[in-house]
T-cell receptor, first 115, second 115 residues
């Protein structure tokens, strides 16, 4: 079974700063997907970024980027030029290739962007 | 855009009642999922389904059942609600066999309180 660990229950940074959220995982599989989801106070879970394990290049989406270290089983999220709207719970998740199985989530990091 | 809807945002039930949580997706996704979300625990998979009338147990299926009679609809059933089932319930769907597989799209959630 896979496990996902987010070691930072809560983080707080000033607006416009860069922040990095940590995530490590454990798996014996070689092909898989990793995700960061965002859950704002309104509750709707939103996909932030997605990484295929077989791709060495780190995924980026505008101000969001990941540092994927497959050998170390590490998948951190970097948010550049943070904005007040980035305040949310962030969940790291693991998914097996194939698409039909559920995701394994970490416990989440509550990110607070201070004005 | 994918739209996943859940029948209620808030629900209050009494111990012993039979509870139905409904989820509908409009993107012809094959896979559907039910998670519960509790503070400090992240999201945990209850049940999932990869086809009509098919279901698979997730990590915490005890006390729950599901029904999938139509492709777009996936119901979670609490046969006899108990106070320890007070939680946030999230439904999700994902496509199978076409990119982006493994990416799950979430509904807004149902906050269930069992008194």
């Amino acid at each position: 079974a896979q496990t996902v660990t987010q070691s930072q229950p809560e983080m707080s940074v000033q607006e416009a700063e860069t922040v990095t959220l940590s995530c490590t995982y454990d798996t014996s599989e070689n092909n898989y997907y990793l995700f960061w989801y965002k859950q704002p106070p309104s509750r709707q879970m939103i996909l932030v970024i997605r990484q295929e394990a077989y791709k060495q290049q780190n995924a980026t989406e505008n101000r969001f980027s990941v540092n994927f270290q497959k050998a170390a089983k590490s998948f951190s999220l970097k948010i550049s030029d943070s904005q007040l709207g980035d305040t949310a719970m962030y969940f790291c998740a693991f998914g097996s290739r194939g698409g039909a199985d559920g995701l394994t989530f970490g416990k989440g990091t509550h990110l607070i962007i201070q004005p | 855009d994918v739209k996943v809807t859940q029948s209620s945002r808030y629900l209050v039930k009494r111990t012993g009642e039979k509870v139905f949580l409904e989820c509908v997706q409009d993107m012809d996704h094959e896979n559907m999922f039910w998670y519960r979300q509790d503070p400090g625990l992240g999201l945990r998979l209850i049940y999932f389904s990869y086809d009509v009338k098919m279901k698979e147990k997730g990590d915490i299926p005890e006390g729950y059942s599901v029904s999938r009679e139509k492709k777009e609809r996936f119901s979670l059933i609490l046969e006899s609600a108990s106070t320890n089932q007070t939680s946030m319930y999230l439904c999700a769907s994902s496509p199978a066999g076409r990119e982006p597989t493994d990416t799950q799209y979430f509904g807004p959630g149902t906050r269930l309180t069992v008194l």
